[in-house]
């Protein structure tokens, strides 16, 4: 019953930011206002959607909920791969590939290049958290330095074109990249919704979930194949948003109180809609595009995390 409530509440909360935000100031261009922010609805939705699953599913595998996906720099591979397209291919054939080819190629790289390393990591140090820390914060230090260097080489027009990409931008999102979009994300969240059991399990910890007849690596494998193109598609789309998914996670399970994936998954999908459409209402109507989308949730991020750390240090659990 108070689950229901709690769904109720955020559904009313996000029906309510949506509406606001489609129909304040529309000057009496409602039919205008309405297509312009309707596009960006949408690309929240597909967002909030897939940073929740995502970063919920890679604490459930990493078994800490202080980490998310972009841990092991998936943010900085994100540019430096960006980075390396342009360098070897230059912007001119880049432009004359398709703009879903372009979209398809990124999410391709992210995916393939990034489920390697995830696991790879995950293999090696998931019995020594600290080291799995350091050395995902080393590869995205790295990963960033590389992009640093190229960009330095790159021709001026080439790096302005660059730069366009790298910064998450809810307004610059194209009509059938979010078709594109939606089919995957469904697809991929569909996919973790089905693991939900097995991730269940596994949040009692990996011994009790091989006793209980999980196949925990394949588990592990198949998980982080869909996290990883999750990231990648929530990236390729928007560019990136670090901390977002590390504050829906986080306040989903101290709202649920519960073990199960697929209330968390619900729980966190609705917070995320709501933060990111108020957010940006924020931005456009009190602070006058005066600040970006991205910079709001990334100082709300960066304090709720040393929150977190702080409140766990202190003894707390949960």
């Known amino acids: 019953m108070k689950q229901k409530l709690t769904y109720l509440i955020l559904i009313l909360a996000v029906l309510g930011s949506c509406a ?39 604490q459930t595998l990493t078994q800490n909920k202080l980490l998310t996906p972009n841990i092991l720099g998936m943010d900085s591979l994100y540019v430096m791969l960006q980075t ?104 991929l969240c569909l996919f973790l919704w089905w693991l939900a059991p097995q991730l269940d399990v596994l949040h009692l910890g990996n011994d009790y979930a091989v006793n209980l007849g999980i196949d925990v690596r394949a588990l592990q494998l198949m998980s982080l ?44 999908s609705l917070i995320a809609i709501l933060l990111l459409v108020f957010g940006e209402f924020l931005v456009e109507h009190i602070f006058s595009f005066n600040t970006t989308l991205n910079v709001i949730i990334e100082f709300t991020g960066g304090c709720y995390f040393i929150g977190q750390i702080l409140y766990k240090r202190n003894g707390n659990k949960g």
């Open 84 to 187: 390396l397209s342009i360098f070897l291919l230059g912007s001119h054939n880049l432009t004359s590939l398709s703009s879903l080819g372009n979209f398809f190629l990124s999410i391709a790289l992210m995916m393939s290049v990034s489920t390697v390393l995830a696991f790879s990591l995950l293999r090696q140090f998931k019995h020594n958290l600290f080291l799995f820390l350091m050395i995902g914060m080393i590869l995205g230090t790295f990963f960033g330095n590389i992009s640093s260097f190229l960009q330095i080489l790159l021709d001026p027009n080439e790096y302005d074109h660059l730069q366009g990409k790298l910064f998450a931008s809810f307004s610059n999102v194209k009509a059938d990249h979010l078709l594109v979009a939606s089919i995957i994300i469904a697809l």
């Open 20 to 58: 606001l935000f489609l129909t304040y100031h529309t000057y009496g261009n409602i039919e205008f206002a309405l297509a312009l922010r309707l596009k960006k609805i949408l690309g929240f939705i597909l967002v909030g959607i897939a940073c929740s699953f995502a970063t919920v599913s890679f």
């Open 225 to 268: 194949l869909a996290i990883s193109a999750l990231v990648g598609v929530s990236t390729a789309l928007v560019g990136p948003t670090s901390f977002l998914g590390f504050i829906v996670a986080n306040i989903s399970y101290q709202i649920t109180r519960t073990y199960r994936h697929r209330a968390i998954f619900i729980t966190g």
